[in-house]
Nanobody, 114 residues
């Protein structure tokens, strides 16, 4: 399974970006699709996840600003990021997990300037 993430970039504070991640390769049943982010020198943290049943979980720092969505038929997951803040600057990674396996995308840089 390969994950291709896109949509990162540079934006001013208060702006918006949309990240997308597409899974390809062998057929894989996902239970959870998620976005994580990592700042150099720090651990990779969960930003948001969505289960195959549609339940969502968000980090407190992004609630009411970010929205995760999944298209199970197309094996894609997106992250709409609004009202971006400089502290949202990080490399964002998509992750998909199923029974006994998990996969990571290559990461996409998001930079928010003040």
């Amino acid at each position: 399974v390969q994950l291709q993430a896109s949509g990162g970039g540079r934006v001013q504070a208060g702006g918006s970006l949309r990240l997308s991640c597409a899974a390809s390769g062998r057929r894989f049943v996902f239970n959870v699709m998620a976005w994580y982010r990592q700042v150099p020198g720090q651990q990779r943290d969960l930003v948001a996840l969505i289960t195959s049943g549609g339940r969502t979980v968000y980090a407190d720092s992004v609630k009411d600003r970010f929205t995760i969505a999944a298209d199970n038929a197309k094996n894609t997951v997106s992250l709409q990021m609004n009202s971006l803040k400089p502290e949202d600057t990080a490399v964002y990674y998509c992750n998909v997990a199923g029974t006994g396996a998990a996969y990571w995308g290559q990461g996409t840089q998001v930079t928010v300037s003040s």
